[in-house]
Nanobody, 123 residues
Framework: QVQLVESGGGLVQAGGSLRLSCAAS????????MGWFRQAPGKEREFVAA????????YYTDSVKGRFTISRDNAKNTVYLQMNSLKPEDTAVYYCAADLGTIKTMGSLYDYWGQGTQVTVSS
């Protein structure tokens, strides 16, 4: 069982930056692939970024490539999402997710989810 708690969301102007954190419970964090997803009002949840258990592989959705960076610190049981050059269309609730096994981009394949953190980007 893994419990995930996101933090770091907030209100920022377009062009600004935020760093989201997702703290995980349990001793086996280093065995889990991690992902970040987001859901804007009235829209489907979408994949943002993912990182392998070792941190050696990362994937990004096209709309955030070059602006967002996913990373992890297995010693701290934490995964991060550094978000730069934020745009109003990045406004959403951001969720982290965990799953044993290989890196994946489909939300339905993740077993554990956090409660989400709101990111609002003003124009």
């Amino acid at each position: 069982q893994v419990q995930l708690v996101e933090s770091g969301g907030g209100l920022v102007q377009a062009g600004g930056s935020l760093r989201l954190s997702c703290a995980a419970s349990g001793r086996t964090f280093r065995s889990y692939a991690m992902g970040w997803f987001r859901q804007a009002p009235g829209k489907e949840r979408e994949f943002v970024a993912a990182i392998s258990a070792s941190g050696g592989s990362t994937y990004y959705t096209d709309s955030v490539k070059g602006r967002f960076t996913i990373s992890r610190d297995n010693a701290k049981n934490t995964v991060y999402l550094q978000m730069n050059s934020l745009k109003p269309e990045d406004t959403a609730v951001y969720y982290c997710a965990a799953d044993l096994g290989t890196i994946k981009t489909m939300g339905s394949l993740y077993d554990y989810w956090g409660q989400g953190t709101q990111v609002t980007v003003s124009s």
